[in-house]
Structure formats: C-alpha cells, structure tokens
C-alpha cells in the first residue's frame, strides 16, 4: 500500500528523452518521454507530462491510450490520462473550477530519480489564483505503474475541496475504426464505484488479455464517476470541465474517478442519491494531502478478482449477484487483507446482513432484501477503509411479473377505436412521469407500435405470458394480433407479404389533414417520418419482435388448453417461421446481421423440425444457413446499422454452434466477455455496454452508459448456454446471471417497466419512457433459470433457487420467475419444461439420480412437457426410473391434483 512519496520499494526502469515504440509515428514534433516499467512501456507528453501511450509488455501491438488519437487530440481542453479536475472554494465563498486540461501550460519539471520516473509542479496549467500547489509524479508503487498527485494549501485560509477528479482516459474511440480495427485496437473502462475498495477495469474489444485494473492508493476512494462531457464554446473553443473530443454512437466520452464530489451534490447533483454519500476535505494553510493510482494487469478478464486478490485489494463476490428478491436471499463472500469489523446499511433495514460460516479463507454473509428498492452496504475493515456494495431489492421475481403483466394490460391498453393509425386494440408505450400513454412522438416509431421503442411493450406483454401465462392477458393479446398486428403492423398481402412495417403513427399533414399534430413538438427532424417512411417493411430488426410473437403464442397452444382461442397452434408456428423468411427477403440490409432477439429464429427452426413440418423448416434453414455462412467469414461478424453495437453477438453464437462452428462461437462469448463486466455492484454487474439508445427510444435524450438495457438480458443468454457447456467456468455463471437478474429491477413497485437506468449522477434513476424494454424482456423469459453449483471454494450454492442438503441429498427450491428451467451443474443436466412447473429438485450427490417435484395441475396444463439434456461432453445421459411417454420432443408427464414426482437416472435407458 502507498502510504507517502518515498514509501515505494527501487524497481529497474528506464526513461529517455525521446524514444518510441517500435514503428510507431511521434504524434508531435517535439521528443516524447519514454518510461519502460515491469508491466509497460509508457509515453509521456513532453510538454504536459501527461500519458499518451499506455503498451502492456504482455500484448506490444496494443494501446490502452487512445494513441492513434493524439494528433487529432492537441491543445486546450484534450484530456489526457495524467490530467486533474478540482472544485474549490476557500472559506464559505462559491465553488470554483480549475482543471490541468484546459489551458495546456509547460509544466515546471521537478527532479526525479529512485521511484520517480516523471514529475512535475502543474501551476502553469492553472490560472494565478489557483489556491493550491498542484505536483504530479509518475512512479513505480510496488513494482507497478502509479501516478500520484499531491495537493498543498499554498493561501492563508482553509481550502475546501468538493471535486476532485482523476481524468480515466483510454482508447474507446471507435470514430474512423472499422470493426475488425475496433476489435482489435480498442477498449472499455467499466468502474467498480466502492470507495476504498473501488477500481476501474479496462478490458479489450475482443475480450482478449491483459486487462487494465486501476487501483486506488491510499486516501483515494472511488466515490463518483463523472462523466467528462463534450460542451464547447464559441467557434468550438474548449469549455472548462469538458473535452471537445465529440461523443456519439462512436464515442461514449470520457469519466472522472472522483476521489470528493460533494461539490457536485450541492449544485449539478442537487438531490439525487448518489452510488455514496459525497464527501468532501479541507485542507489548513500549508496542509498537503497525497491521492493517486495504480496500473495492474490482469492476464485475461477472468483473473481480475485473483489480480485484485494478489494486489491486497478486497474482493466481494455476490451469488447470485447484487439484485435480492424479498423471497430469495443472496450469498456475498469477501476476501480482504483485514478483517471486517462493521457493516451498516443505507437506507437503514433495506437489507439484513448475517455471518455465516465462512469459505477457505472468504468471508461469508447472507444478505436478505426487506425494502424495495436501491441500498448501499458498507464494509468497514480494521485498517479503517471502507467498501461499499450496491444492492437492488426487489418484490418476488413471480410477483413483479405479474405486476409488469397487469401494468402492461390496464394502463398501456389503448383500445381508442376512432384513432386514425388503426393502433387499437394495442399494448402501447407509456410515459410513467407523465402518468399517460405516449401517442404521439418526434421519433415516431415509439408511438406507432414498431421498432424496438415502439414495440417493446407489446413484446414484453406476450414474452411474460412464456412461463406466466394469464387466460385474461392472452385474450387482449390475441385481439392485437387478429386486430392490428396481423395486417395492419405486418403486412399481409402482395409482394411485401409477411413484411412488417417502421411504424403505424407517422407525420404527415397532408395524408391526416383533420388531424390535430401536438404543436409542441419539434416535427422538423429526420425521426418525423412521413406515412411512406413509416409504412416502410425495409428494417429487418422490426420481423424478430412479430416473429418472438407468434412463437410464444405456438407454444401457448401446443402445450396448454384453453388459452389460445384465436388461431390453433399450426397457425401460429407457421406465421413465426414466415416472418422468418421473409425479413430476409424484404428487409435483407440489416438481416445480413444478428439480430436482437434472434435466439427465437433458432427455437423456431428446431419446433418446425420437431413437428415435422418439414417444407417450412427448409426455407427457414436456408435462409438462416446463408447468414451463418457469412459470419463464420467475417473476422468480427458483430456488425449493425451502428458503427458497433452489443446486440448481434447473441444471435451469431446461437447459430455458429447450432452449424457446427464451436470456434467461432468461442470467439463470440470472449468478445461479450469483453464489454459485459461482472462487478460488485447491480447496476454494472452483468450490465452489457449500451449508450446510445435513449436517444432512440428513452425520454431523457442524450448519449449516457445505460444500466441494464436491453444487451444485458439478451448477452446473458449465450453466457448461460456456454456456462451449460462448461460449469467450471462460473465466471460466466456470474456475469449471465448479473445480467438476467438487472432487467428486473427496471420494473417498479407499480409494474412499469422502463427502458434502462441513468448512471450519469445527475439523474440516477430510471428512465421515464417503457421505450424498448420489451426487447430486455424477452432476454428474461427467454432465458431464466435456476442453476444448482458445487462450487471448489463456496460449496452448494444456488442461482435463481433456495439450496439445502441434508446428508447425501442436495435440494433446490427454484424461486426465479419461470420455474420450468433447472441446470444441476455437476451432473451437467439441462432440465426444461416446456409445460408444468418445478416445486423443488432433489439431487443425489453419490448416486446422482435427480427426483423432480412438479406443482399440481390445473385447468389449462394437464400435463407436463419435459426435455432432460445432458449438456457436458463426459455428461451421463438421464431418463426416467418409470416408463413415460415421448410427446413433441419430450416426456409426457400426467400431473394430478397433489403434484407429481419424477425420478431420473444416469446412464443408458432400462
């Protein structure tokens, strides 16, 4: 741990004057500061000092700086990863801001030698009445990369610091990359926002090693991460807190590791709850304080917690995750190197946390939710640090469901028969600040049904009936379908057949002369699309919402009685694999690419082929072939109409291993590995990167890390069916399961469902549009379980489900929403019903026979539907111990009034 300037043990380096990597072009004309370090080779501006090259030793050929960028990136206002932003104000007077990066300064160069590699007094980069002396060292801390600011009170009165800021710039500039470029040139920064036990991870596009940890030193908490926004003045000139670099669909920004915010709270961040509390320091004339951090690598993104661990860092590791269902309490295990001496929670009784037996050296506490809602827990260790770990509780996964369910059905009904874009009956999109339904809208797709902001609540509404289904919901459903779905959004005749449209709501005065357009919207923009535009079949993203439609409605009459009424179960399978093809055929631009949602295209294809329906399921397959075929050619095969984008990688891993193409959907799961984190904390925890779309489908527009939009469910499914395929890599457990459970809190305690979080701390909440929640949705449904783990250091634990055991005999009792998916990992068994429900599943630990308990029928299932695959390559094949009979790909089980219980044992069939 760094405790002072001198405190560092000597390491070998080297600095010389004007050095560059091998066959790299100077980004200036003046000679640059080389540092060779144990772990880097590092640039430094001659001018500023600040770092503009960051090459791991490990991986030469690639930068964590945004190296490429530096010619284009000079001058005022550029940050760079070295720089320091301060909010000051001395006594009672008003904060001021002072920031290294807006006036680009000389530095005055201080002496070096020993630890030190680099350092400088940064007054040139201040104005004259800057309060404090400003010094930065670039050092070696334990052998590692750090770099180390000191601040002194150079005035006569006591200088309070309510900002300050520590510039994480790296190279996720996607601007003027192809993807294959991007892929292998670029990076992500997610942050673990946990005080003293914070840190940033940086992880390679291409999922590949080393990644990048920022550790803090000591007196250099995580408390908030700013975002550092693009606002310019006059003619472009650089504005004061904020980097000209333009942010957009290639560009996120850049973030603040802020070490004190409360400046912030008080004036931006009035009134909103912050991941911590924010604090501030004061510093007495001529008092000095010391921050800084660290640069760890990690040899691949599955070793950041043993890298940590190594590093004398503690490390929390929450089973299932960070997000608790009132009915189903979590497990959180902490390694530190002290002991913990305190916990306390924010609000006060959101959680209870209690010891438990602790784990080959981690700590172990259950945690319990008791109040909906966000809650902080504080880890406070015997050095006097704290951490804190962000928890999310929620009602009952089956309760907030079905909360979703009523939501969807009562308050976005819109049944209004007079509209004049033949929208009702429908599921519609909802404002939940506003309290009413959004019918019109400058992006026109929200209020016409269509696209992912259009269409997800209607999505969302039939994906909740998969495993929750209700007879009253299902009928409202299927009057959309017969009523507006089915020749209306879908297109049913002519040359366009089975083609579905952008949008039923358009701009277009001339087309509606009678109709009264709000004159309050600005309907001047490119998203105000005309009745053509909007009437349009050319979006093959639109074709997987209809298709996800018509499947569950298929499954909802094979497998049950009396729910479906509308069409029989042959219509429904026919119309999902029509729409299939012909998203191909009419919208073939975008349907080159994997599609969100496109999981469902696979499920599709294999009921065509388990039901015989042998015509259909070849056109589907051909179609489907020819994309994959394309992929498995592409370096990256991730494209999209964005420059990149986290939504296709699902659908592409689902078909490379339905074709055979193990290596290319290996490569797919460690490109999501490395834009999809596993953190101690709800919000990024699982959270696939996203940060564009609340321009497209959210109420408050801007460009903004997203918080468990919709690529968090969707990337959790290829995670999960790798994990099925591997249990010893519970990293992928971890990350599939963080992103399954986050959606969920999305859903409020009255049943809307949001779009996604706001992480910029001026808003943290949710957003007020329903936009594309149902594309998350979908994930949820489509993939939720519950998964049984012997894990080497935690023991028996449970994701989705309540573990106990007694003697040999190990039983999960499934709380997740669904109950008809259960893995039991050491036997690799992949159990599915396709109807009925699991009560509880008893695993025998030497024999390995699995007893099944099933709920008792009811009026609409009769029977159960199961599939028992054994999904690991030395896996046992399981069949029942009684003799069943095979229905539609599964074993037909009788269920009775009491409920019923089915053995199943390893090994051939009697």
Same mark, same amino acid.
Request: avoid cysteine.
């Given at each position: ?57 490990? &991986? ?85 990369? &750090? ?239 704290? #951490? ?23 308050? #976005? ?484 009034? #009491? ?12």
């Amino acid at each position: 741990m760094y405790s002072g300037w001198r405190s560092v043990r000597k390491v070998g380096f080297a600095v010389a004057a004007s050095a560059l990597l091998p066959g790299a072009a100077s980004p200036r004309n003046e000679s640059t500061i080389h540092i060779v370090t144990p772990g880097f080779t590092v640039q430094l501006d001659p001018q500023t000092q600040t770092l503009v090259s960051l090459v791991p030793k490990s &991986a030469k050929n690639f930068d964590f700086a945004p190296f490429d960028q530096e010619s284009k990136r000079r001058g005022n206002g550029y940050y760079h990863l070295g720089d320091i932003d301060l909010r000051l104000r001395i006594a009672t007077g008003t904060w001021r801001d002072y920031s290294s990066a807006f006036r680009k300064g000389t530095v005055t160069r201080l002496p070096t030698g020993g630890n030190v590699l680099a350092a400088a007094d940064l007054a040139p980069s201040f104005p004259s009445d800057m309060p404090l002396t400003v010094q930065r060292r670039w050092m070696l801390s334990d052998g590692t990369l &750090a770099l180390q600011f000191r601040l002194t009170n150079r005035t006569r009165q006591p200088v309070e610091v309510g900002g300050l800021g520590l510039p994480m710039i790296f190279n996720n500039i996607l601007t003027g990359h192809t993807l294959e470029q991007a892929h292998e040139q670029l990076s992500f920064a997610d942050p673990y926002i946990g005080r003293d036990a914070g840190y940033l991870q940086v992880t390679r596009l291409n999922g590949k090693g080393p990644a990048l940890l920022v550790l803090p030193e000591r007196h250099t908490p995580f408390e908030a991460y700013k975002p550092i926004l693009d606002k310019t003045g006059p003619n472009g000139a650089p504005t004061l807190l904020n980097d000209p670099t333009k942010r957009g669909t290639t560009f996120e920004g850049f973030y603040d590791w802020m070490v004190a915010s409360r400046g912030f709270a008080d004036k931006e961040w009035k009134g909103v709850r912050e991941w911590n509390r924010p604090t501030a320091f004061t510093l007495a004339p001529g008092q000095s304080r010391n921050i800084g951090v660290r640069f760890v690598l990690s040899p691949t993104i599955r070793a950041i917690e043993a890298t940590l661990s190594r590093h004398k860092r503690p490390v929390a590791v929450g089973i299932p995750g960070y997000v608790v269902p009132t009915d189903l309490p979590a497990d959180l295990f902490l390694k530190a190197p002290n002991r913990v001496v305190g916990m306390n929670v924010d609000p006060a009784g959101a959680l209870s946390v209690t010891p438990a037996l602790p784990r080959k050296g981690w700590a172990h506490f259950k945690v319990a939710g008791k109040q909906w809602g966000r809650a902080r827990l504080t880890v406070r260790y015997a050095d006097g640090e704290a #951490q804190t770990i962000s928890y999310f509780v929620t009602r009952p996964e089956r309760q907030a469901v079905a909360d979703l369910g009523h939501f969807l059905f009562t308050r #976005q009904w819109f049944d209004r028969a007079s509209d004049p874009f033949h929208r009702a009956p429908s599921i519609i999109s909802y404002d939940h600040d506003a309290g009413h339904q959004v019918l019109q809208d400058q992006r026109v797709w929200i209020a016409g049904l269509s696209d992912e902001g259009g269409a997800g609540s209607w999505l969302a509404a039939i994906m909740k009936q998969l495993d929750d289904p209700d007879p009253a919901e299902i009928a409202k459903f299927e009057q959309f379908v017969t009523q507006t779905l089915d020749g209306r959004l879908q297109v049913n005749t002519g040359a366009e057949r089975y083609g579905v449209r952008k949008s039923l709501f358009y701009y277009d005065p001339k087309a509606l002369p009678g109709f009264r357009y709000d004159p309050s919207i600005d309907w001047h923009t490119w998203s105000a699309w005309d009745r053509k535009q909007a009437y349009s079949v050319g979006r093959s993203f639109n074709y997987v919402h209809v298709a996800a439609a018509y499947w569950v409605l298929y499954r909802l009459a094979r497998y049950h009685q009396g729910l479906v009424h509308a069409h029989d179960w042959r219509w429904y399978l026919n119309h999902a694999a029509e729409t299939a093809v012909a998203m191909q055929r009419l919208a073939p631009e975008y349907a080159k690419f994997g599609q969100m949602e496109g999981n469902v295209f696979v499920n599709i294809l294999r009921d065509l082929k388990r039901e015989g329906m042998t015509a259909e399921a070849g056109r589907v397959d051909r179609v489907m072939r020819a994309r994959a075929d394309r992929w498995a050619h592409e370096p990256y095969p991730f494209g999209s109409e964005m420059p990149w984008d986290s939504t296709g990688q699902p659908e592409v891993y689902a078909w490379m291993h339905y074709y055979g193409d193990t290596a290319k959907a290996d490569q797919t799961r460690e490109v999501i590995l490395g834009y999809d984190p596993t953190i101690p904390s709800w919000g990024y925890n699982g959270s696939a990167r996203r940060y564009w779309d609340f321009n497209y489908a959210g109420k408050t527009r801007r460009i903004e890390r997203q918080l468990h939009h919709y690529g968090s469910s969707n990337n959790a499914l290829p995670l999960f069916d790798a994990y099925r395929r591997n249990p010893s890599d519970f990293h992928l457990l971890r990350v599939a399961y963080g992103g399954l459970m986050g959606p969920l809190t999305n859903i409020a305690q009255d049943g809307f469902g949001s779009a996604a979080f706001h992480s910029f701390p001026d808003m943290m909440r949710f957003d007020g549009y329903s936009g594309d929640y149902g594309t998350n949705f979908f994930g949820v449904s489509f993939g939720m379980a519950s998964y049984l783990v012997d894990h080497p250091t935690f023991g028996w634990v449970g994701f989705g489900g309540i573990v106990s055991h007694q003697g040999d005999t190990v039983t999960m009792v499934p709380r997740d929403s669904a109950r008809s998916r259960i893995f039991i990992a050491p036997a690799g068994l992949w159990l599915t019903l396709r109807a009925g429900t699991f009560e509880k599943v008893e695993y025998d630990t030497r024999t390995g026979v699995v007893r099944l308990h099933l709920v008792p029928r009811d009026r609409h299932t009769a029977d159960a539907i199961l599939t028992a695959t054994t999904t690991t390559r030395d896996g046992k094949p399981y069949h029942p111990a009684s003799a069943l009979t095979q229905e539609a790909g599964g074993w037909k089980i009788p269920l009775s009034d #009491q409920g019923s219980v089915v053995e199943l044992r390893p090994g051939e069939a009697q």
